[in-house]
């Protein structure tokens, strides 16, 4: 009896079919290193290098970022409801004690196991699975949000540096030009206005510089707060950005957005969750059982001279509690069913949104693209050959200082739009991957 009640328990409590083993195995692979070494912030022996690029940053973000060790805690946390919700309540051990104010009689030890329906324990396993499952996908999910948030920030900083290098650049222009219109003013060939101009001009764009360059210490702050790196830690700006474009056609993205984006698949899972819950609910309308053993000491109750030939006992139990609450079984299972149903329209309702971000990021980066090709291609060479041509015309006076500076500020406006548009073509190709999934597998260099 002791054997076929071990052997209940074994088939009642078992995790097969659960997932759970996979899922250890994936938590292994997935491990932040500050999970591994169990290091939040990051000590100085994870130092970035000095010369750290973009896909060292990512990198780094992956490994350091503590909302990400976060997201990996609680996909471990639920991976461990496993276990315990397809796990039997514990045993009850019963002592029955000898009362000698009535006599002698035996003495009890009782063992019983309440084993509810069979598949009810498989049942609540399978909804832990899939809450661990969508745990882990959640965890995928901040991975692509931090892929972008790393990419979108670095372009900027990208951006904001190289706008202070192209100011720089022409205001020691417009002090050539400023050297260029006091020479004229000397000499009679031009107006002391053209020289107040070149200096207001300057004035201009050291007011601009300085503008620039303060922007860059919020920015490289948001960097570092992704990186869990002190606000004021030092990043060098970066001089040029990846050149990686988007390999997929726009049906490609589509379709693989509606397959793989973390968000939908923990909603599946949220899906089959709820429909496993819903049959967890539907088992209350069957009893638990209750398997048990009793010993009888008859020896504690014969008096001493039948105590000899006394024989002890062993008896089985089975018993069960008897459902009768059905008003509250019915409210279980229409809780349930409501559940699954706000799921799956959930669910539904953010493959409509997935869809339209999409379509609305791919006609963002294409843009982009288109305007990288404009400005680099066709307007910043011609702008280039007009300033040059601008500049020694006025230099022999054949060109008013006016036109030099509508001519000056007209590259500089397209050298600006060029960056921009570099920078939102890379942002919008680390958005699109952020929604497919998988961003930092997707990344070229990674």
């Given at each position: ?121 498989g049942l609540r396993g ?187 006992d062993v008896m089985a ?36 949104v997935l869809s339209a ?90």
């Open positions: 009896m002791v054997a076929s009640l071990g052997a209940v328990a074994f088939l009642a409590s078992s995790c097969a079919g659960s997932g759970y083993g996979e899922l250890r195995d994936e938590l292994a692979s997935a491990r932040p290193k500050a999970v591994a070494v169990a290091q939040i912030p990051a000590t100085a022996a994870d130092a970035l290098p000095e010369s750290a690029d973009l896909y060292d940053l990512l990198r780094y973000a992956r490994d350091h970022n503590p909302g990400a060790v976060a997201a990996y805690h609680r996909w471990h946390a639920s991976t461990e409801r496993i276990p315990q919700e397809r796990a039997l309540p514990d045993p009850q051990l019963l002592l029955d004690q000898i009362d000698v104010s009535v006599g002698p009689r035996p003495r009890e030890i009782e063992v019983s196991q309440m084993v509810p329906w069979v598949g009810t324990l399978q909804v832990a699975a899939h809450e661990a499952r969508a745990a882990r996908e959640e965890f995928h999910a901040l991975l692509d949000m931090l892929y972008y948030d790393v990419v979108d920030t670095y372009v900027e900083y990208y951006y904001v540096s190289q706008s202070a290098d192209i100011t720089q650049a022409l205001i020691e222009l417009m002090a050539d030009a400023e050297a260029v219109a006091q020479a004229r003013y000397r000499d009679g060939s031009g107006s002391f206005a053209d020289v107040i101009r070149a200096q207001l001009e300057q004035d201009r764009l050291d007011n601009e510089l300085i503008s620039l360059q303060s922007e860059t210490r919020p920015i490289r702050a948001r960097l570092n707060a992704a990186l869990s790196r002190p606000a004021d830690a030092s990043l060098a700006a970066p001089r040029e950005l990846p050149a990686e474009s988007l390999a997929l056609s726009d049906d490609e993205v589509l379709a693989s957005a509606a397959s793989g984006n973390p968000r939908l698949l923990a909603l599946d899972e949220m899906v089959a969750r709820e429909e496993r819950a819903a049959s967890v609910a539907a088992r209350r309308y069957l009893p638990d059982l209750m398997f048990g053993i009793t010993y009888m000491d008859r020896d504690q109750s014969a008096s001493a001279h039948d105590a000899v030939g006394a024989d002890d139990m089975v018993g069960l509690n008897i459902p009768i609450w059905w008003g509250s079984y019915n409210a279980g299972r229409r809780e349930a069913q409501a559940r699954r149903r706000a799921a799956e329209a959930e669910r539904h309702d953010q493959e409509n971000e999409c379509a609305r990021v791919l006609f963002a980066y294409h843009d982009a693209e288109r305007r990288v090709a404009l400005y680099r291609d066709e307007l910043i060479p011609r702008a280039t050959e007009a300033l040059n041509a601008a500049r020694a015309g006025f230099a022999a006076g054949d060109v008013d200082f006016s036109g030099f500076l509508d001519t000056e500020r007209l590259l500089l406006d397209f050298q600006l739009s060029l960056d921009r548009s570099r920078a939102d073509r890379l942002s919008r190709l680390a958005q699109l991957r952020m929604l497919i999934g998988g961003a930092f597998e997707a990344s070229a260099d990674w």
